[in-house]
């Protein structure tokens, strides 16, 4: 499994290094996230949190989180193959729900270096 870290604030921008995702990757690629309002963690006991996909062709997936850590912020998502079978850039945002509340994070990027090709 290969594992990478994004840290997302509400309030600040951050700058994550962008990853790269390839054939052999398929099922093997997690993302550890952690999320912060103004550099302090957000509790994340009682929300829902999505991962919003648009794909090289404009294709919008979304993908439930699962909470690691809700005191300290911290989820994560492992990819399916459809969150990278077409090559090119991959931009991505977090969706935060809290009862009637909804948040939304800075994009950050990813990129698939090959297609994934099913017979």
Do not use: W
């Not at 969706?95 to 948040?103: A, D, F, P, Q, S």
Request: with cysteine; proline share 3%; charged share 25%.
């Amino acid at each position: 499994m290969k594992e990478y870290q994004i840290t997302l604030d509400l309030v600040k921008t951050i700058s994550n290094e962008v990853f790269r995702a390839k054939t052999d990757d398929v099922d093997s690629i997690k993302v550890n996230f952690q999320l912060l309002n103004n550099d302090v963690p957000i509790d994340l006991t009682g929300a829902t949190l999505e991962m919003v996909i648009f794909s090289p062709i404009k294709a919008i997936h979304i993908q439930p989180c699962t909470i690691d850590s809700a005191t300290e912020g911290k989820f994560s998502r492992i990819l399916d193959e459809t969150c990278y079978s077409i090559a090119g850039e991959y931009k991505a945002e977090i969706r935060l729900m809290t009862g009637t509340e909804i948040n939304i994070t800075d994009k950050f990027y990813y990129e698939s270096l090959e297609p994934i090709l099913r017979a």
